[in-house]
């Protein structure tokens, strides 16, 4: 969950301080974490997933990087979180409730109450005002919600997280270069100054690549609603983050009410490694 706080600072860091726009950072991103991940992969010995698993993967992937991309021109990295995973939970939760799990009831409402102070009118004005950017990571919640139930898919094939995770960002790089190429030949004004790039790859190769093999590990071993709201806590983390290093502001109902969401979070968590015990 770091490494995903971790994603959203380096994204804000770079489409805010620098003048790299959001379809060479994805292209950038996605392209460095594709390089890293074949580079394990061909030294491992394992191929490519092509299967139609594989290929909804990398779709999705793409559609949620580019979406939280462009996201991020207009909101703030702890309410860009919060909206990321929030409508990735809920996607999860309605996957596993179709699959027969049963959420921790005080977690889950704990976890999504706090949400909802999180979200009140006051508590994030920049999602109020920037309902298109909002819109656009709320796509990309939803992409990898569905990204992350494919993860847990891929463990029932007996496929390991690197082979899964390298083949999505392998399928995914060719849609993001296709972006761009459509943004230059639109006319769109394209720019990769080299600290947003440096921001770029660091987030393509270690926050991204890594992090999403490593969460690929923990997916396959988790309840889907477990592994959904688990990752509520990412925004509080990224709230954190924000406030470190770019000076953004966290009022006390975001701080209580981040309290709130990692008592769901530790709840529905414990929850979840106990229905998998049994």
């Not at 979180?81 to 309605?94: G, H, I, K, T």
């Not at 947003?196 to 991204?208: D, E, H, K, Q």
Request: aromatic share 8%; with cysteine.
């Amino acid at each position: 969950m770091v490494a995903f706080a971790a994603n959203s600072l380096l994204a804000r860091l770079a489409l805010q301080t620098t003048p790299i726009d959001p379809s060479t950072f994805t292209a950038v991103r996605l392209g460095a974490g594709a390089l890293t991940l074949a580079a394990l992969m061909r030294h491992q010995g394992l191929r490519l997933d092509t299967s139609r698993r594989g290929w909804w993967s990398g779709l999705l992937l793409f559609v949620y990087a580019a979406g939280f991309s462009h996201a991020y021109r207009g909101l703030d990295t702890g309410t860009g979180a919060l909206v990321l995973f929030a409508s990735a939970q809920l996607l999860m939760m309605a996957v596993g409730w179709q699959r027969g799990e049963r959420p921790h009831g005080v977690g889950a409402l704990l976890a999504l109450a706090g949400l909802v102070v999180f979200l009140a009118p006051g508590a994030s004005p920049t999602a109020a005002s920037h309902l298109v950017h909002a819109a656009l990571m709320l796509a990309a919640g939803l992409a990898w919600g569905g990204f992350s139930v494919l993860g847990k898919s891929a463990g029932q094939q007996a496929m390991t997280p690197l082979a899964a995770t390298g083949s999505s960002f392998v399928l995914a790089t060719p849609l993001a270069l296709g972006l761009l190429a459509w943004e230059s030949l639109q006319g769109t004004a394209l720019h990769a100054p080299p600290l947003g790039v440096a921001y770029a790859v660091l987030s393509g190769c270690v926050t991204s690549a890594l992090g999403y093999v490593l969460w690929y590990w923990v997916r396959q071993r988790m309840a889907t609603q477990a592994a959904g709201t688990v990752q509520l806590s990412v925004p509080v983390l990224s709230a954190l983050m924000g406030l470190a290093w770019l000076g953004e502001t966290m009022g006390l109902r975001q701080v209580l009410a981040g309290g709130v969401v990692l008592m769901g979070v530790a709840l529905a968590a414990q929850h979840g490694a106990r229905q998998r015990r049994g």
